[in-house]
């Protein structure tokens, strides 16, 4: 049995320790006045044995999302810092500036675009241990932009303005770019039967992108189920790249027991010098049974589900993904895969939890060279957040 655990991880975390042992007398200071300040921390640890790369049965660890942070607010202006590790580095995840009005916020920093709501959602928050494979495929990690949100019991509707990369990068690769996302929700409460009905879509517009290494190159990935292998199961670099277009419609519905969530996306790749557009699509449906606990909570601000209510929450839950990132008159071939996942999470309060997932994936054609045949892996997380 192998443990993956780096050395260069390690150090990291004794470096966040010492740095919420620095900070944590200064929170203390500001209790009493009228600037609010919330000490935030959040942390995943994802463990997994499997003989899919070779003939020798593995143990793989994974520390995931772990970050520390804090919110600052005041009157109507608020601050989110949060600082993580990502690929065995430390870096800014959250750096965002809200500024609160009536039904609506105006955010500007480093943030996610407002595309696909499995994205927004908090990763403690998540039935599964990674988003959707095609969520990862058509959406972008964070960017450095703004975003204007505006919400009222029925509606909800953000867009925003960002560059093409986030606060940790904004000098290297590229320069020029810029993204329009927009997103738009109407909403109902069914009050005598205690269900929401969510419903919307989104769309995202890329300008040409200017990559100084190599010109008008994008690259589209998907790492699937799980991020504890070091191969993406989807992967494909496009070239000759003019500009990039893509949309997503999706649905939330919940009751007092059960959640129903789905999202599905198209992205056109339109490219010079007569070479053919590309073309590539996918979606995810999920359902959530609670069989302790009542009640999902849903952020109205943001547009978004959250986890169960109240404490001690056992939750069922089951998702079939398909993505498709091959396109013949293209000639590119990003792969084509899907996978179904069952999992059982249960919360002992709103700080800790444990999440038990099974997911089996069939790996259609044209999938990473890693991925020749199908797979079942299963995995398990502990997680807290406060």
Not at 99 to 107: A, G, M, V
Not at 131 to 145: I, K, L, M
Not at 303 to 327: C, F
Request: hydrophobic share 35%.
């Amino acid at each position: 049995m192998k443990s993956h655990i780096t050395r260069d991880l390690k150090i990291q975390v004794k470096i966040i320790a010492i740095f919420i042992s620095a900070i944590l007398p200064y929170f203390s200071s500001q209790a009493q006045k009228p600037l609010n300040i919330k000490f935030r921390s959040r942390g995943l640890l994802d463990a997994s044995i499997s003989g899919y790369d070779n003939n020798e049965t593995n143990s793989y660890f994974s520390l995931e999302d772990f970050r520390i942070g804090f919110k600052a607010s005041y009157r109507k202006d608020e601050i989110k810092v949060d600082i993580g590790i990502d690929e065995n580095k430390l870096k800014i995840k959250d750096f965002i500036y809200n500024r609160n009005f009536k039904k609506s916020i105006l955010s500007i920093g480093n943030m996610y675009e407002p595309f696909s709501m499995d994205m927004l959602i908090s990763t403690a928050d998540l039935r599964f241990h990674q988003s959707a494979t095609s969520v990862q495929a058509f959406t972008n990690s964070r960017r450095f932009g703004t975003t204007y949100h505006i919400y009222d019991n029925s509606y909800y509707f953000a867009t925003g303005v960002f560059t093409n990369n986030d606060i940790n990068n904004l000098k290297s690769n590229t320069d020029g770019t810029f993204i329009l996302t927009s997103r738009g929700i109407w909403r109902k409460q069914y009050k005598p039967y205690k269900s929401f009905l969510h419903l919307g879509g989104a769309f995202s517009l890329r300008s040409k992108l200017n990559n100084r290494k190599n010109p008008y190159c994008v690259e589209q990935e998907s790492n699937g189920v799980t991020s504890l292998f070091d191969k993406p199961l989807l992967y494909t670099e496009l070239t000759d790249t003019r500009y990039e277009f893509k949309a997503m419609a999706e649905l939330l519905y919940t009751s007092e027991r059960f959640m129903l969530q789905s999202e599905y996306f198209i992205k056109l790749t339109r490219r010079n010098n007569g070479v053919p557009n590309y073309i590539s699509h996918g979606g995810y449906i999920q359902g959530s049974i609670l069989l302790i606990g009542r009640d999902f909570d849903y952020d109205s601000q943001y547009a978004i589900p959250e986890g169960p209510k109240g404490s001690k929450s056992m939750e069922l839950a089951i998702r079939a993904n398909y993505t498709n990132m091959n396109h013949r008159k293209a000639e590119m071939y990003g792969g084509e895969e899907t996978d179904l996942s069952i999992g059982i999470n249960y919360y002992f309060n709103k700080y800790f939890g444990i999440k038990l997932n099974c997911n089996y994936v069939h790996s259609g054609k044209h999938c990473n060279d890693f991925y020749k045949k199908d797979f079942i892996i299963p995995q398990a997380r502990v997680q807290y957040i406060f």
